[in-house]
T-cell receptor
Framework: GAGVSQSPRYKVAKRGQDVALRCDPI?????LFWYQQALGQGPEFLTY????????KSGLPSDRFFAERPEGSVSTLKIQRTQQEDSAVYLC?????????????FGEGSWLTVV | GQNIDQPTEMTATEGAIVQINCTYQ??????LFWYQQHAGEAPTFLSY????GLEEKGRFSSFLSRSKGYSYLLLKELQMKDSASYLC???????????FGQGTELSVKP
């Protein structure tokens, strides 16, 4: 389809393992967001890109979290040395341009379980 | 600081009307979004309010009062498929990002 696509949909990682989560935004969308959603909670902001520039990474919980969008389209969220508290759904979202009134569209998320 | 409050859960009857309230205290506020999220699925856009007043879209309506920091989502003629989590989100103009509340889990009973 033409929506935001994320992979893998489900990932089980052993504690200490590195993981990489991929996001394909809607074609032509300039803005890309990563959110973390714990069970029963609302999404929590992690980071934001405008094209390839990472304009806001204030929500990344630690230096084990790293995101990139080198060519301004596909983005990868990498988590190093995963810990149990990293278990959550990682949502990617995109919008056509930055600014109020521009609908932000979400992918179905990557469900990460750290054991 | 950024603070968005909405009830954790609500229950309503099929065919009835339900109102889900949201209060917010956010800096750089520039609009209020409502999203619907079924379990295991992506949040899907329902409505956006930037001016005071009521926006109606079919069975769903959303209201905003900027002076009171208050919004509500009104769902009419409830259907079983409306059982979902409803997320209130403030658009922050100082970062171009959405700040979400914890979500309201709505259960529609026959």
């Amino acid at each position: 389809g033409a929506g935001v696509s994320q992979s893998p949909r489900y990932k089980v990682a052993k504690r200490g393992q590195d993981v990489a989560l991929r996001c394909d935004p809607i074609s032509g969308h300039v803005s890309l967001f990563w959110y973390q959603q714990a069970l029963g909670q609302g999404p929590e902001f992690l980071t934001y890109f405008q094209n390839e520039a990472q304009l806001d990474k204030s929500g990344l919980p630690s230096d084990r979290f790293f995101a990139e969008r080198p060519e301004g389209s596909v983005s990868t969220l990498k988590i190093q040395r995963t810990q149990q508290e990293d278990s959550a759904v990682y949502l990617c979202a995109s919008s056509l341009v930055q600014g109020a009134g521009n609908t932000i569209y979400f992918g179905e998320g990557s469900w990460l379980t750290v054991v | 600081g950024q603070n968005i409050d909405q009830p954790t859960e609500m229950t309503a009857t099929e065919g009835a009307i339900v109102q889900i309230n949201c209060t917010y205290q956010t800096s750089g506020f520039n609009g209020l979004f409502w999203y619907q999220q079924h379990a295991g699925e992506a949040p899907t856009f329902l409505s956006y309010n930037v001016l005071d007043g009521l926006e109606e879209k079919g069975r769903f309506s959303s209201f905003l009062s900027r002076s009171k920091g208050y919004s509500y989502l009104l769902l009419k003629e409830l259907q079983m498929k409306d059982s979902a989590s409803y997320l209130c989100a403030s658009f922050n103009n100082q970062g171009g990002k959405l700040i979400f509340g914890q979500g309201t889990e709505l259960s529609v009973k026959p």
